[in-house]
């Protein structure tokens, strides 16, 4: 069977019918099956020479050399190369594309190594370095069913999934994919139903990213502020920049009201001269001031990468994101929290030995019932803020260490959710733990005479009860 493929291959050139005596054309269907045939015959022998002459150990170090036809990959082992000339026959030319000592692409891979001696992959097509665009995805309006078309979507992302171990990666062949889709004629409503499926059917391949599908989405279409040019791309990364500051004015400004109840309680002559509107708002735009300053190098790890067109996303590597998820953690959660809970500590202290002073009149008491109905709505709001954001800053800290995990997928879903909650919760807590806040909800829905003259004549008796 073999001698009569070889032998009768035949092509045609300016009319007229050739026979290739030598070799085969790499365009016949059984020139690949033929080819790995051949290779093989001597990778055979070769070893099998090892195994007879006693050279046992050094087989082993071929263990984990692969080929795929005309594409060899030989990890860990400097010797392969020391014996090319004794597998292969001279008239084959072998040339090594290694990268650098540390990476090698092997067919539509890239592998490499990190620092810390793990090997990480991610997808390599060596068309990434045309100058020109490639037209290898079908267009919406071409006489296709949608169907298979957005089916592509789909499959493509499965390969991205399995070929890329970093998230950063997967995203970048991901965003570059959905914007040749979109530019193609697809409709972003049809995208989103098939990364639906794939998230559904292959979830398995993405957990280990820790990226719920609300983020891969939003990251893969919906980008409002998408930097196609320097002025969107600085507006991008100023978006980015001012979030996270506004997390730090939350917390920061927690604690300021939490020493503001403490003086008020503990040191109420102390702190009444400055318990004034000019020093509220030198304390507010100090905070806003402290923070820009803080996160300010947050702006020099906000890059821009262009894949397909330009866009902004963090970049850092495994040890840097554990030490920023860290010093998140600690700065602005842990700190405050046990600030915090001292200062509520000491405020309780002081209320409940005052409540059982002789020597209180019944103005000092009534005053004391309102500070102590401020503090347990200061206290409520914190603790709040306490529970909500911890899923967050738990899984920042898992996905930073441990990396990808079912527990830590499904806390990356939901966390976002509980944080988010706070900002709906406060005004819960203020309705449910302020009297007067209610009365002025309830004169704003039934604004009669009546609550009018009632509200003009007792000014005093809505402010004692609050």
């Not at 008239?91 to 692409?105: G, R």
């Not at 500051?245 to 927690?254: I, K």
């Amino acid at each position: 069977m073999l001698n009569f493929l070889i032998d009768n291959i035949f092509v045609v050139f300016g009319g007229k019918v050739f026979q290739q005596i030598v070799g085969i054309p790499m365009g016949t269907n059984c020139a690949p099956l033929l080819a790995d045939i051949f290779l093989y015959s001597y990778e055979a022998e070769f070893i099998l020479s090892l195994v007879s002459e006693g050279k046992r150990y050094l087989a082993f170090d071929f263990n984990f050399t692969y080929r795929y036809i005309d594409d060899v990959l030989s990890i860990n082992n400097p010797k392969f190369t020391d014996y090319l000339s004794s597998i292969y026959p001279s008239e084959l030319e072998v040339k090594e594309t290694t990268e650098t000592n540390n990476s090698a692409s092997y067919l539509d891979i890239m592998l490499s190594y990190d620092t810390d001696g793990h090997m990480k992959t991610s997808l390599y097509d060596k068309r990434d370095d045309f100058n020109f665009s490639i037209t290898n995805f079908p267009f919406l309006s071409s006489n296709i069913p949608s169907s298979p078309a957005y089916g592509v979507f789909i499959s493509q992302l499965i390969r991205y999934a399995r070929a890329s171990t970093k998230y950063t990666d997967f995203v970048l062949r991901a965003r570059r994919l959905s914007d040749k889709l979109l530019s193609q004629g697809y409709v972003c409503d049809r995208l989103t139903s098939s990364l639906r499926k794939f998230y559904g059917r292959y979830g398995e391949l993405v957990i280990h990213y820790d990226v719920p599908l609300s983020k891969l989405w939003m990251i893969f279409c919906h980008r409002p502020f998408e930097p196609s040019n320097q002025r969107l791309y600085s507006i991008s990364k100023l978006l980015r920049y001012i979030m996270i500051v506004c997390l730090a004015v939350n917390v920061m400004t927690l604690v300021a009201i939490g020493v503001d109840r403490l003086l008020v309680v503990v040191f109420p002559l102390f702190s009444k001269p400055y318990r004034k509107k000019k020093y509220a708002y030198i304390c507010v735009i100090g905070l806003w001031v402290i923070s820009f300053i803080i996160f300010t190098p947050f702006l020099n790890i906000t890059k821009e990468i262009r894949v397909g067109r330009p866009y902004c996303i963090e970049q850092l590597d495994e040890h840097s994101r554990f030490v920023y998820a860290i010093l998140m953690f600690v700065v602005f959660y842990a700190i405050p929290q046990i600030f915090l809970g001292t200062c509520y500590t000491i405020i309780s202290l002081k209320l409940w030995n005052s409540k059982y002073s002789s020597e209180m009149n019944q103005v000092a008491i009534v005053t004391l019932k309102i500070k102590g109905k401020i503090v347990k709505l200061t206290f409520a709001i914190i603790l709040a803020f306490a529970v909500c954001w911890l899923p967050m800053h738990i899984g920042a800290l898992l996905n930073a260490k441990s990396g990808g995990s079912e527990f830590n997928y499904y806390l990356q879903l939901f966390a976002p959710c509980f944080a988010y909650t706070t900002v709906s919760l406060n005004p819960i807590i203020y309705c449910f733990m302020s009297k007067s806040l209610r009365k002025s909800l309830k004169s704003a829905i039934h604004c009669d005479d009546h609550t009018i003259k009632q509200r003009k004549a007792k000014p005093l008796l809505l402010q004692m009860q609050m």
